[in-house]
């Protein structure tokens, strides 16, 4: 399993549309091939800012697949307007971490 | 419940002495009361890039609780020498987006 991440900055302001446009736009990325979650959550120190996270099967799963899908293209177009500056997106792999 | 989130940059050289540091870290921040689940996960596009991903009853859990604690010295004398820059804190509320 691999952690897609990305910290979204939207425009202040246009944070009830970001939400709006989101509602929409999750189930494109949750329907996606090897997409096993997606969430968004709102940052409670910096109101503007959002967070992404989406578990996939693999790095390619969201880059070779989404990413050239025709459904990135409304990915794309619902949200990529909000945000400034544009987001970094990168990938976490889980750490099973243990004294063992 | 309030998601932690904080993007940990190790010095480049120190990721396997974090690690185990780590190892031995988790079960700290775990046994905390309020803290429902703690994760690390390690960046594919940065290798000296941690995420620490921690769920919590609430904000004040973590900061009234785990950061007044006893426990908090421990977390801090076994991570916090391998930081360059110093992470970021931040907490995150889940939003429940749907078109309904």
């Known amino acids: 399993m691999i952690l897609e991440h990305a910290l979204l900055p939207v425009r ?3 944070e009830a549309a970001f939400e709006t ?4 736009a999750l189930p494109i990325i949750r329907r996606q091939p090897g997409c096993l979650r ?12 959002y967070l992404l996270l989406a578990e996939w099967d693999s790095v390619e799963a969201h ?6 899908s025709e459904d990135y293209q409304e990915w794309r177009a619902l949200l990529h307007h909000f945000y400034d500056p544009f987001p970094t997106v990168l990938h976490f792999e889980p ?3 243990s004294l063992d």
Chains 1, 2 share one sequence.
């Open 12 to 14: 202040p302001g246009r």
């Open 21 to 24: 446009a989101m509602a929409e």
């Open 38 to 49: 997606a969430e968004v959550s709102r940052c409670v120190e910096q109101a503007s800012t």
């Open 63 to 68: 880059e070779d697949g989404f990413r050239r």
């Open 95 to 97: 750490r099973e971490l």
